[in-house]
């Protein structure tokens, strides 16, 4: 979902082509097509390029909000019920089957999607992001210049950005952030810092309501609790 944002907002907001039909300037045609043993389809070539509004718009409405609403609804829930598992085995399964419902859309289109739309996904080439060639073009003196002023003139925090690996920072930090929220939502703290369950009560209505469930939406309890922390 993150890397969906980042690429609607990355993508320039007019029409382009993400197709073209790429002919090697290095040798004849014939010849590059038989020593690389290349087809016709090897020289059409899919890229990621500009996009109109109305197009953005649409994939917004209809992949990337569904993508956030699955992942605001399981993450929640699946870390909840990981946290309510106690042996080791089951806490492994579990978030097995959790990956597994978070994977779906990736399976869906891999078992639904026609072989012409898989081969246009699978050889997609990424959007440039920026333009080397005024590197390309430089003298090694103009070289060595930049880079001591540009890489050699960081800071230590500048430097360490770029080691970090951020995903695993992002992975821990939501994790401790879900954490605690569990301890915040089902269990108080005693005069002696440990935390304990909160008193347990049943709903005051067994109806079935998937949003609810999705959403970890507490129904409404009766006031007399079914179980109690004992001491």
């Not at 907002?9 to 039909?21: I, M, N």
């Not at 399976?107 to 699978?122: D, G, K, N, P, S």
């Not at 210049?145 to 970090?164: C, N």
């Not at 970890?216 to 006031?223: D, H, N, Y």
């Amino acid at each position: 979902s993150i890397n969906l944002m980042v690429l609607l907002w990355t993508v320039p907001t007019q029409a382009e082509s993400w197709l073209r039909y790429e002919v090697p300037d290095w040798a004849e045609k014939p010849d590059a097509k038989d020593l690389q043993g290349w087809s016709e389809l090897d020289l059409v070539k899919f890229q990621i390029a500009g996009m109109p509004l109305g197009w953005k718009l649409l994939n917004g409405v209809l992949v990337l909000v569904p993508k956030l609403v699955l992942w605001l609804a399981l993450v929640p829930s699946g870390v909840h019920y990981l946290m309510e598992t106690a042996g080791i085995v089951d806490v492994l399964v579990n978030a097995m089957a959790l990956t597994f419902v978070l994977d779906i859309d990736e399976l869906l289109f891999a078992q639904l999607t026609t072989v012409a739309t898989r081969h246009v996904m699978e050889n997609m080439e990424e959007l440039p992001l920026f333009d080397i060639s005024t590197e390309e073009e430089e003298e090694d003196d103009e070289v060595l210049e930049r880079y001591q002023s540009e890489e050699l003139a960081r800071g230590r925090w500048a430097k360490l950005a770029v080691v970090l690996p951020r995903r695993l920072v992002t992975v821990l930090v939501l994790q401790m952030l879900f954490m605690i929220t569990y301890y915040v939502r089902n269990c108080e703290r005693r005069e002696d810092g440990s935390w304990v369950s909160k008193a347990m009560h049943l709903p005051e209505d067994l109806s079935f309501r998937p949003a609810q469930l999705m959403f970890g939406i507490e129904p409404r309890s009766e006031k007399i609790p079914f179980w109690t922390m004992p001491g």
